[in-house]
């Protein structure tokens, strides 16, 4: 069974970082791209950055490149997404999530997803 | 404003049919796969269409997708009371030099 359980959500001030994980598992992790998608309170999905399955290929929303970072361990099954200099408007629950190929960049899908971990940006 | 254009809400009665739309352009929609999404009350995202028109095992052939240029159409015939949700379109857009994921604003579906 596919499982994608994201982790390192909280309470946090304008400025500060935060890293979020998501830990995936039934799969064959460094043979898929994988995602963050966001949604903030009551608002749709945003697609927040994408990484390849071997990292070769990296994308982000032009509202929060520069400041996140994406990145992933095939070793430890693991995707990571660091935040810094995070802003109210970055609120969200955050899901990780699956592509159905190796590499994005063509559309396709995203089969599986985690159940999100909740960043609040407020002082 | 999302990148693509989908109507904020349509509705049906139970048993009836309903189509929601997913406008693009050349950049995205036009020369990309198209998936939908449903995303029930407090739940996750799943997967209903993807690849334009190919359903995820365990979706049922009520759901249906297909793509013309630069739009995309989800169909749900038989409608049920549990198809209440919120559907999402989304592809990717290769309007930048890196590309980037897109989705709909979503529509939410209400039963009659």
């Known amino acids: 069974e596919v499982q994608l359980v994201e982790s390192g959500g909280g309470l946090v001030q304008p400025g500060r970082s935060l890293r979020l994980s998501c830990a995936a598992s039934?799969?064959?992790?460094?043979?898929?791209?994988m995602h963050w998608v966001r949604q903030a309170p009551g608002k749709g999905l945003e697609w927040v950055s994408g990484?390849?399955?071997?990292?070769?290929?990296?994308g982000y929303a032009d509202s929060v490149k520069g400041r996140f970072t994406i990145s992933r361990d095939n070793a430890k099954n693991s995707l990571y997404l660091q935040m810094n200099s995070l802003r109210a408007e970055d609120t969200a629950l955050y899901y990780c999530?699956?592509?159905?190929?190796?590499?994005?960049?063509?559309?396709?899908?995203?089969?599986?997803w985690g159940q999100g971990t909740l960043v609040t940006v407020s002082s | 404003q999302s990148v693509l254009t989908q109507p904020p809400s349509v509705s049906a009665a139970p048993g009836q049919k309903v189509t929601i739309s997913c406008s693009g352009s050349?950049?995205?929609?036009?020369?990309?796969?198209v998936s939908w999404y449903q995303q029930l009350p407090g739940t996750a995202p799943k997967l209903l269409i993807y690849?334009?028109?190919k359903r995820p095992s365990g979706i049922p052939d009520r759901f249906s997708g297909s793509k013309s240029g630069t739009s995309a159409t989800l169909g749900i015939t038989g409608l049920q009371t549990g198809d209440e949700a919120d559907y999402y379109c989304?592809?990717?857009?290769?309007?930048?030099?890196?590309?980037?994921?897109?989705f709909g604003g979503g529509t939410k579906l209400t039963v009659l």
């Open positions: 690849d334009n028109n």
């Open positions: 990484i390849s399955w071997n990292s070769g290929s990296i």
């Open positions: 999530a699956k592509d159905i190929r190796a590499v994005a960049g063509i559309g396709g899908g995203y089969d599986y």
């Open positions: 989304g592809t990717w857009d290769s309007s930048l030099s890196a590309g980037r994921g897109v």
């Open positions: 039934g799969f064959t992790f460094d043979d898929y791209a």
């Open positions: 050349s950049s995205n929609i036009g020369n990309n796969y």
